[in-house]
């Protein structure tokens, strides 16, 4: 099946069509209100509120469709960027498909430095990487490319090590095998094709897009804070949120009583409902309504929503 959208004016944005990216990456396109389908075995799909259309492909393909300019943009693994090393512009880091590449050793091998493995045989599906990794500390060991299963190539003898993905570490721990040391952080990125960046009009849109993807992480970020205190309370409660710099302060029809309003830091703010002291139970009266500590707490928090 050939799919023709060049020229019809739209961009064109390549996302893993199935596999760890593409459910956060679904999100995110959802998130700045971009309305589209996506079930099934869909190849592409329109926007119908954004000129774009979305291709699905192997996440593999990825860098090359954009270094190529067969789509503007993309949404992959820096690690598969590096690996390819094809000329694109990395336009945003996306927070999500967050993993290491790693050189990673058998348990209970001697194996205590990269060095140590000058003339040892490593698996990857990263030669590339791997061998610019060796290649940066002067070394050259040998290296054999497989596609799939790497961590279980020293169990059968296939190799000494290997350059592999992690991210928590279980599948490491679980093959016997331990981290010697980290060749690439990775995270999924929006790239974008130089040439469409120099277009007026695509790189207009492009701008577009990204102005909405980079207030919907900032808003992440964040906490909309809202609760009802004494006024009494107001400084004790300031020096409990520290984030809490210029709120909205709304009466109550309550004397003595306000309405805080304000946004703060997501860390920040569990680390002062966490620095108030034990969690009370929410009380009945108000499905969400719960006092911070105790009834006489200054932070009654109405709600912090996300
Ligand atoms: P495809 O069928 O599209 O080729 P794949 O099986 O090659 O998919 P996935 O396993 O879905 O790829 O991984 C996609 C990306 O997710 C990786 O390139 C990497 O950027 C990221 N990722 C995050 N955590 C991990 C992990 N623990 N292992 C592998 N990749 C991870
Ligand atoms: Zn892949």
Known sequence: MKINLNGDGTLKLAIQRSGRLTDNTLGLLRSI???FESYGQRLFSRCRNFPLSILYVRDDDIPEYVGLGTVDLGIVGRNLLHEEGVPVVELEPLGFGVCSLVVAVPKDSNYQTPQDLASATIATSYPRSTREFFAGLGL????????GSVEVAPTIGLADAIVDLTSTGSS????DLRPLVTVLDSEAVLVANPA???????RAEIERLLLRIRAVQAARRFKYLMMNAPVAALD????????????TIIPLDMPGWVAVHTAIEEEV????????GPPARPKSSS????SCCSDSCPLVLIAAVG
């Open 172 to 175: 490491l721990i679980l093959n």
């Open 287 to 290: 499905p969400h309504s719960t």
């Open 269 to 276: 703010f569990w680390e002062s409902i966490e620095g108030c």
């Open 236 to 247: 004790d409660i300031k020096a409990v949120v520290p984030g809490l710099k210029s709120p």
């Open 140 to 147: 050259a060991p040998e290296i054999v490319t497989i596609s």
């Open 196 to 202: 469409a960046l120099q277009d007026e009009m695509k």
């Open 33 to 35: 209100s971009l309305d």
